[in-house]
T-cell receptor
């Protein structure tokens, strides 16, 4: 009965490879997010989608491309992986933002290690 | 740009003591202030939140206060227990959340 799920949990890959992380939520939320948590534990927003539409796009390299096939799914594709991409990537979801801000529920995270 | 400063970065208390973590934010449009607890290797989990129309909120041993004029908010944990040991994050925003740098709380038995 998982609310926000991510796959894979761990991802180890070589520099230069392309990889994807998948996220799904069964909370009926309209908004989904990708966060990056670096080795210093700093949590930083990368992208946000509301009902399949991109609404937040922070300063993230073009090698990162989010895709939302429907409002319950938000995937993250990363091209030409670099050492600095190593981090834990968290997906999150919330109800529509609008004028109010709603609680964000986080997935379990994907630990990406680039060798 | 938007910024959230969180202090202290580490906090060590004796079991039963109180712990206080403070955050300041820069964006005056922020209207939502959640606090998350993250245990080692786990996801951040919401422990309490407050909205801009409220000055204080309490849930058992946890309380949060908000001063919108000064743009700062604080987390108070009373009667700390070893299981309170974790990294705590504050966040502020309106739609988009900006997170503080985190506070590692250690509660010694």
């Amino acid at each position: 009965d998982t609310a926000v799920s991510q796959t894979p949990k761990y991802l180890v890959t070589q520099m230069g490879n392309d990889k994807s992380i998948k996220c799904e939520q069964n909370l009926g939320h309209d908004t989904m997010y990708w966060y990056k948590q670096d080795s210093k534990k700093f949590l930083k927003i990368m992208f946000s989608y509301n009902n399949k539409e991109l609404i937040i796009n922070e300063t993230v390299p073009n090698r990162f491309s989010p895709k939302s096939p429907d409002k319950a799914h938000l995937n993250l594709h990363i091209n030409s992986l670099e050492l600095g991409d190593s981090a834990v990537y968290f997906c999150a979801s919330s109800r529509p933002t609008g004028k109010s801000t709603d609680t964000q529920y986080f997935g379990p995270g994907t630990r990406l290690t680039v060798l | 740009g938007e910024n959230v400063e969180q202090h202290p970065s580490t906090l060590s208390v004796q079991e039963g003591d109180s712990a206080v973590i403070k955050c300041t934010y820069s964006d005056s449009a922020s209207n939502y202030f959640p606090w998350y607890k993250q245990e080692l290797g786990k996801r951040p989990q919401l422990i309490i939140d407050i909205r801009s129309n409220v000055g204080e909120k309490k849930d058992q041993r946890i309380a949060v206060t908000l001063n919108k004029t000064a743009k700062h908010f604080s987390l108070h944990i009373t009667e700390t227990q070893p299981e309170d040991s974790a990294v705590y994050f504050c966040a502020a925003g309106r739609g988009k959340l900006i997170f503080g740098q985190g506070t590692t709380l250690q509660v010694k038995p």
